[in-house]
């Protein structure tokens, strides 16, 4: 298995602009979780799923952020519109049953200037 | 959400073994201890994790206080490339979150 894949791994965009972060999960994993981490806030849970059902979504932190998890191969964090005090990097990352052990993408990190 | 608490940072000499604690004690009876990691510009890494009992594997060594509301990453023999941040978390049927994590450095 390729782990959990987070694309794209770099992105720049202009404050204002839509910004989507994938994340592909491991075959068979039934929880995704999505976090932000930055130096001052440090790693941040944003949201997680259950069995592609979002069951917590209390970090994500404005109206602005938004997730979906369509099926259990996918996963998207939105920011629209995004601003510079989202720069940072997100991570996502799945795992095969509650209590199991979490695999971590590679994380995407994002600027916006 | 249970609360952890780690010391900001620790040293340690290479080669030598290093002794991780972290507070849990606010744990719920069914959460299990994850300790994960975090090397410079890279994601989070599981290490290990436990229930009740002491837990080893080819990383690292988890010794869970009897009462639970304790545990301790042990790295037997210390190297350069265990330089990271180490999180404690306990997980089990709600959310997995990060506290700031002990920085760990380890002296050639």
């Known amino acids: 298995d390729a782990g959990v894949i987070q694309s794209p791994r770099h992105e720049v965009t202009e404050m204002g602009q839509e910004v989507t972060l994938r994340c592909k999960p491991i075959s068979g994993h039934n929880s995704l979780f999505w976090y932000r981490q930055t130096m001052m806030r440090g790693l941040e849970l944003l949201i997680y799923?259950?069995?592609?059902?979002?069951?917590?979504d209390s970090g994500m932190p404005e109206d602005r952020f938004s997730a979906k998890m369509p099926n259990a191969s996918f996963s998207t964090l939105k920011i629209q519109p995004s601003e510079p005090r989202d720069s940072a990097v997100y991570f996502c990352?799945?795992?095969?049953?509650?209590?199991?052990?979490?695999?971590f993408g590679q994380g995407t990190r994002l600027t916006v200037v | 959400d249970a609360k952890t608490t780690q010391p900001n940072s620790m040293e340690s000499n290479e080669e030598e073994p290093v002794h991780l604690p972290c507070n849990h004690s606010?744990?719920?009876?069914?959460?299990?201890i994850h300790w994960y990691r975090q090397l410079p510009s890279q994601g989070p890494e599981y290490v290990i994790h436990g229930l009740t009992s002491n837990v080893n594997n080819r990383m690292a060594s988890l010794a869970i206080a009897e009462d639970r509301k304790s545990s301790t990453l042990i790295l037997h023999r210390a190297t350069l490339r265990d330089a990271a941040v180490y999180y404690c978390s306990p997980f089990g049927n709600e959310k997995l979150t990060f506290g700031t994590g002990t920085r760990l450095t380890i002296i050639p």
């Open positions: 990352a799945s795992i095969p049953y509650r209590g199991g052990r979490a695999f």
């Open positions: 799923f259950n069995n592609n059902v979002p069951i917590d």
């Open positions: 606010t744990i719920s009876g069914t959460d299990y």
